[in-house]
């Protein structure tokens, strides 16, 4: 069962408050990764990593639609562009719609996963989930249950 992540901040030595960030990337192919927030705080400890606040992403495949991503918080990666997300975390795709606890980005891998109380809602239907996961490049996702016992509830509006 994957953990919610919660970065303890009195744990953390932290400096250089930044405030209105953005970062951009982009792969070989031409997909694009932007992620802005409105503050961020670099570890002292973990110079490559940032506790993102107030956090708005957007990701661009090249032939699909942009997946935009709402969340609380998230901590970046600036030296592989690696994000988790992580509270309130909302996915907009076309008229698809995720809220879950936790968004993990990987980029080199080309893989994302979503856990943690997902709700799933379209026009016709709403499914709630234990995770999804998702092929960056292609945009197929996966949706399970942690324990096999558990079923997925899919509810037809």
């Known amino acids: 069962m994957n953990e919610n992540l ?3 901040e009195d744990n953390l ?10 970062y951009k990337s982009s792969d070989k192919s031409g997909n694009n990764y932007i992620i802005k927030a409105k503050k961020g705080k670099v570890n002292l400890e973990k110079e490559n990593l940032l506790i993102l606040e107030d956090v708005y992403g957007e990701i661009k495949l090249l032939g699909k639609s942009t997946i935009y991503i709402y969340s609380n918080f998230a ?3 600036r030296n592989n562009f ?5 509270q309130n975390v909302l996915v907009n795709y076309e008229d698809k719609r995720f809220n879950c606890d ?3 980005l990987f980029f080199k ?3 994302g996963s979503m856990y943690n109380n997902i709700v799933f809602v379209d026009e016709n239907t ?9 092929n960056l490049l292609n945009g197929d996702i996966n949706i399970k249950m942690f324990q096999e016992e558990k ?5 037809k509006k």
Not at 13 to 22: K, S
Not at 82 to 86: A, K, M, Q, V
Not at 151 to 155: D, V
């Open 6 to 8: 919660v970065i303890e």
């Open 13 to 22: 030595n932290f400096d250089n408050v930044m405030e209105n960030l953005e």
């Open 75 to 77: 901590q970046y990666n």
């Open 82 to 86: 690696d994000t988790r997300f992580y």
């Open 102 to 104: 936790n968004l993990d």
């Open 109 to 111: 891998d080309n893989f």
């Open 126 to 134: 709403q499914i709630n989930a234990d995770q999804v996961n998702m």
């Open 151 to 155: 079923k997925i509830k899919i509810l």
